[in-house]
């Protein structure tokens, strides 16, 4: 597949002869890796899958379980690391602001009394005891993980198909 030179690509979030700035920086070096890899050989189904997996595992409502996630899942199924850690990266703001919901939305699931969300309450809580603090922060923990295994699978289809399309349309468009 040959494709013409890179300065005349322009694909994904980015209209066609947009000027992209300093702000879009995160923008332009997914572009880059996911072209780089479409240049070296990498199929849109295969780098769809590891944008979709890291998407999925870099919302884990754990912090710091995502890196690890990525490292363990990416090369058991042939996964595209470099795309999977980039983007693992990228959607840690998302992974911030999931938290709390995954965590209510568990909650709910399990009728469970909401625990206090605020880091005061939770400092205080780890401060008296942290036997306490990981029974009570633990199963909360559990809940959210078990709303994130419900909800997280269903936007990873969704963004596999999605992310698919778009790069086989570049692939196709480049290749003429």
């Known amino acids: 597949m040959k494709f013409p030179e890179r300065e005349r690509i322009s694909f994904l979030?980015?209209?066609?002869?947009?000027n992209i700035d300093n702000n879009f920086s995160m923008t332009r070096k997914l572009k880059k890796i996911l072209l780089d890899q479409?240049?070296?050989?990498?199929?849109?189904?295969?780098?769809?899958?590891?944008?979709s997996f890291a998407f999925i595992l870099g919302t884990i409502p754990i912090m710091g379980a995502t890196t690890i996630?990525?490292?363990?899942?990416?090369?058991s199924l042939k996964l595209n690391h470099p795309t999977m850690q980039f983007i693992n990266y990228l959607?840690?703001?998302?992974?911030l602001i999931l938290i709390p919901?995954?965590?209510?939305?568990?909650?709910?699931?399990?009728?469970?009394?909401?625990?206090?969300?605020?880091?005061?309450?939770?400092?205080?809580?780890?401060?008296?005891?942290p036997l306490g603090f990981l029974a009570q922060y633990g199963m909360a923990g559990a809940m959210a993980v078990f709303a994130w295994s419900i909800i997280m699978p269903w936007f990873g289809v969704i963004l596999f198909f999605f992310v698919k399309s778009i790069l086989e349309k570049v692939v196709r468009e480049k290749s003429k």
Request: glycine letters at 8%.
């Open 13 to 18: 979030l980015v209209p066609v002869g947009a």
């Open 38 to 51: 479409l240049y070296q050989g990498a199929t849109p189904k295969d780098l769809a899958l590891a944008v």
């Open 69 to 75: 996630l990525c490292v363990a899942v990416g090369p």
């Open 91 to 95: 959607i840690t703001p998302l992974q």
């Open 101 to 129: 919901v995954f965590l209510r939305t568990g909650e709910y699931i399990f009728n469970a009394e909401p625990i206090a969300f605020s880091p005061t309450v939770i400092i205080a809580d780890f401060m008296a005891g």
